[in-house]
């Protein structure tokens, strides 16, 4: 059984430039877990690379949603070919960008991107659970928890450590996507988690030993929706 993170394009690429220290150790922690016998799949964000387009794109011509959707796809696209060549051989050797459709490999490891406009990469890692029979996913933002309201701008803004997804759904990401939407899980991807019993753990990816902990099951920093 995989394991999917799905890995905001944040955690990868910052203000600064590549967070390597971040993406030595997630390279070091993933081929460790593997050799003990675990496979996981990554769906890869677009995150500041996307958004930096996005932006450029409204600065020059006036774009519709579903067209900054497709160059939002393009970022995800780039930085899944960066994670797989980090992987080299230990991953399946393309892209995955249709999550409906299971692919056969005797990779324990499964690079994914996005796919159609109209969501981000959260609606791709629910879509590759349903495919590949995975009732969680583990969701890698740039956040630790989530919370009842923006905590940069609010200083009562209160952390959320569980919920549900009617109430997540209702009082945090609400019904509709916009491109570009910097949500802790996205509105179309937290319907059909609904729908399909997901359980998501939001955590900080960069604090690696929190997420090594929520993949073996124990107590972590983090929101749990389900």
């Keep these: 059984m995989y394991k999917i993170l799905s890995v905001g394009g944040s955690t990868i690429i910052t203000a600064d ?7 030595k150790k997630l390279k070091a922690m993933i081929i460790r877990r593997v050799k003990s016998g675990e496979k996981f799949i990554l769906v890869i964000g677009g995150g500041r690379t996307a958004r930096l387009y996005q932006d450029g794109a409204k600065r ?10 497709e160059i939002g796809i393009y970022a995800t696209v780039l930085n899944a070919q960066f994670v797989r060549f980090m992987f080299g051989d230990l991953a399946h050797n393309e892209i995955i960008s249709n999550p409906t459709k299971k692919i056969k490999t005797n990779k324990s490891i499964i690079i994914a991107s996005g796919w159609k406009p109209g969501c981000s990469t959260d609606y791709d890692a629910v879509l590759m659970a349903k495919t590949y029979g995975v009732k969680e996913i583990f969701n890698l933002s740039n ?16 952390k959320i450590e569980e919920t549900d997804w009617k109430t997540f759904i209702k009082e945090i990401v609400g019904n509709k996507w916009v491109a570009g939407k910097n949500a802790p899980f996205d509105p179309v991807a937290s319907r059909e988690a609904q729908k399909l ?11 690696l030993i929190e997420v090594e902990k929520a993949l073996s099951g124990k107590k972590f920093k983090g929101t749990v929706i389900e």
């Design 17 to 23: 430039g590549f967070s390597l220290d971040f993406l």
């Design 60 to 69: 020059i011509t006036k774009l519709t949603n579903k067209q900054l959707d």
């Design 143 to 158: 956040i630790e928890y989530v919370y009842d309201k923006d905590p940069v701008k609010f200083s009562d803004a209160r």
């Design 197 to 207: 019993g997901l359980r998501v753990s939001i955590l900080k990816g960069s604090n």
